[in-house]
Nanobody, 124 residues
Framework: QVQLVESGGGSVQPGESLRLSCVAS????????MGWYRQVPGKQRELVAS???????SYADSLKGRLSISRDNAKKTVALQMNSLKPEDTAVYYC??????????????????WGQGTQVTVSS
């Protein structure tokens, strides 16, 4: 099966930066859009940034200017650079990808895949 594994979360002070990374593994045929979402307890998961397979990025309006998303199709990775972090950026960040892959039953399958999440805490 396909897996997404995130890394790079942690605790930082306001104004600092973090870089999140996510790598996909499995019998992958193609990865379409990839993105990052975040969620805080009691709230809906929200889109932070996404990037097409051609490398075209988009960002949540409230976060524009502080984020940069990138991907490496050959390595099946997506990264999120977050700058000037604020306490309100504290959340669990999830990697997401629209993936075409070969399932265990040898079927060609397309599915929205999620990582397990990585905690980002911004606090002084």
């Amino acid at each position: 099966q396909v897996q997404l594994v995130e890394s790079g979360g942690g605790s930082v002070q306001p104004g600092e930066s973090l870089r999140l990374s996510c790598v996909a593994s499995g019998r992958i045929l193609k990865i379409n859009d990839m993105g990052w979402y975040r969620q805080v307890p009691g709230k809906q998961r929200e889109l932070v940034a996404s990037i097409t397979s051609a490398g075209s990025p988009s960002y949540a309006d409230s976060l524009k200017g502080r984020l940069s998303i990138s991907r490496d199709n050959a390595k099946k990775t997506v990264a999120l650079q977050m700058n000037s972090l604020k306490p309100e950026d504290t959340a669990v960040y999830y990697c997401n990808a629209d993936v075409r892959y070969v399932s265990e039953s040898e079927d060609f399958t397309r599915r929205d895949i999620w990582g397990q999440g990585t905690q980002v805490t911004v606090s002084s």
